[in-house]
């Protein structure tokens, strides 16, 4: 079978399992040894950290922040590895930051992973998911990639089927054939129903004209509504347009300050007050901390811009009652 322009063979190079989670875990349990490192960037998805540690590896987070668009740097990338280095995990694009890596960290990325003797394990979820704003490297397709590089895939993304709870994992025969060990204990195989909608969905043209004619063009306008709602009502938000997935986080730290309170409180007040959810960025690492992620997936732009409008009015109400009360 091929995947972005490189072939894999089905029988020793490819795995099916109950969606990227397993994979991502099955992927772990097969590389590490105890006291193996893995360097993942901070924020980032919150499904790696225990993982790893569960699997016996010990984790390095790599800071990115706003005011790079949440680009990771490779300079700033290499002082990190040691001789204990057995992976680094690649998520683009990002969840939360949206963010997708430049073409030149990829190879990058890639050079390293072949001097050092490390895996990329490279989480493909959002991968269909682009807008057209940047673009998305085809790690596998970087030479010397392949030998290096494990992917990990899901449809609940592309297809939006999270329910079926189907993924995959490509990659040398090695760890694919230690992942069908670990998956022996864990859920053994994946379900058939799920199977056979997933060969519907990719035969005939049937996933490409979804993504073009469905998910693309209505997730770019719901991006667009939501980005327009927050300049508007959250001005002081800073926070990186989203060139994928479909998430933003924002860097809320001076109106966090302002009411003395951290986003968690925020969240939790937030709801209580004003019937909106929020994700903590604090959920995602450390450095998430000070942000929230939201997300513009199921909601149409009327109540993606009620939403956002009332957060901001939330954070107004508690500014006004905060300049009543000094009075």
Known sequence: MKNQGETYDPEKEVIMTDGATEGI????????????????????????????????????????????????????????????????????????????????????????????????????????????????????????????????????????????????????????????????????????IAQQAMLRFLSGGVKEKYLRESVIPTYKKRRDHMEKAIKEYLPEAKTARPDGAFYFFLDIKRYLAAMNRDEQEFCNRLLYHKGVIAVPGSFFGEKGAGHLRLTFVSEPEQRIEQGVRRIGEYVFSFAFTMASQTE
């Open 25 to 192: 875990f099955s992927v772990f349990m097969s590389i590490f040894n105890k006291n193996d490192e893995i360097i993942v960037t901070d924020p980032t998805y919150l499904g790696y950290i225990e993982a790893a540690q569960l699997a016996g590896a010990r984790v390095t987070k790599f800071s990115v922040s706003v005011e790079d668009g949440y680009q990771p740097n490779l300079e700033a990338l290499k002082p990190l590895i040691t001789r204990r280095t057995k992976a680094v995990i690649l998520l683009s694009p990002d969840n939360p930051t949206e963010r997708i890596v430049h073409p030149e960290f990829a190879k990058g990325l890639v050079d390293l992973a072949l001097d050092h003797e490390f895996w990329i394990v490279n989480d493909a979820t959002y991968r269909d998911i682009v807008y057209g704003d940047g673009d998305q490297p085809k790690i596998t397709s970087i030479p010397g990639a392949q030998e290096r590089v494990i992917s990990v895939g899901s449809f609940s993304k592309e297809a939006s089927v999270p329910g079926l709870r189907l993924g995959y994992a490509l990659g040398p025969s090695e760890v694919v054939d230690g992942m069908e060990k670990v998956k022996q204990y864990t859920s053994l195989a994946p379900n058939t």
